[in-house]
C-alpha cells in the first residue's frame, strides 16, 4: 500500500506540474497581445547582435514604461540604436519604433473597435486551448489511475482528488482570460 500512495503521490505533484505548465504557455501567449498598455514583456524575445554574440535587448539597454502607452528604451551604447529598431520591427508586433535624443520610443496605439474583437477572439483561442491541455492531462492521468489496479474505493477517491486539481486550473484560466478582457477592454 505504500508504494501505490508514493506513486499516486508522485502522480499527483506531476499533473500539478504538467497543468501549471499550460497556465504558463498560456501566460506566455498573452503577453504578446497588444491592449494599448505599455508592456516591457513584449521584448522579451527581442535579441540584439553585438560584437558577433546575440544577447536579449535588455543587456544593451534600459527599458521601463514612460507612459501608460509607451515603452522608452536607452540603449548603453547609441551605435545599437539602429540594430534595436530592426529587431523590434522583426518582432511584428505593428509597432513602429521611434528615435528621439538617443531613446528609442514604442507607442502602443489604442486598439479599434475591430482589433478589440480580433484580439478578444484570440484571447479566447489561447484560453480554450489551454483548457483542452489540462483535460489531455486529466484524461491521461486518469488512464494511468486505471492501469494501477486499485480497489475501486481508492480510484474513486483519487479520480476525484485529479478533478479537482483539473477544476481548480479550469478556474485560474477563466480568471486570467476574464483579467487580460478587461485589460484589453480598459483602453
Do not use: C
Amino acid at each position: 500500500m505504500q508504494d501505490y500512495n508514493q506513486q499516486i503521490e508522485i502522480l499527483l505533484k506531476e499533473i500539478n506540474e504538467k497543468m501549471n505548465s499550460q497556465i504558463k504557455v498560456m501566460n506566455e501567449k498573452f503577453k504578446y497581445i497588444r491592449t494599448g498598455t505599455a508592456n516591457p514583456q513584449i521584448l522579451d524575445k527581442v535579441y540584439i547582435e553585438y560584437y558577433n554574440q546575440t544577447q536579449p535587448l535588455r543587456h544593451f539597454s534600459s527599458i521601463y514604461v514612460a507612459e501608460g502607452n509607451q515603452l522608452h528604451i536607452k540603449p548603453f551604447d547609441p551605435n545599437l540604436i539602429t540594430n534595436i529598431k530592426t529587431a523590434i520591427l522583426k518582432l511584428n508586433i505593428g509597432i513602429n519604433p521611434k528615435v528621439e535624443n538617443n531613446i528609442i520610443k514604442l507607442i502602443f496605439p489604442k486598439p479599434s473597435e475591430e482589433q478589440r474583437i480580433q484580439l478578444t477572439s484570440k484571447i479566447k483561442q489561447n484560453a480554450e486551448e489551454a483548457k483542452i491541455g489540462i483535460r489531455n492531462i486529466r484524461r491521461q492521468t486518469n488512464e494511468k489511475i486505471k492501469k494501477i489496479k486499485l480497489n475501486q474505493d481508492w480510484e474513486t477517491t483519487i479520480i476525484k482528488q485529479i478533478q479537482t486539481i483539473h477544476d481548480k486550473f479550469i478556474k485560474l484560466i477563466d480568471e486570467l482570460t476574464n483579467q487580460k478582457n478587461k485589460e484589453l477592454l480598459k483602453y
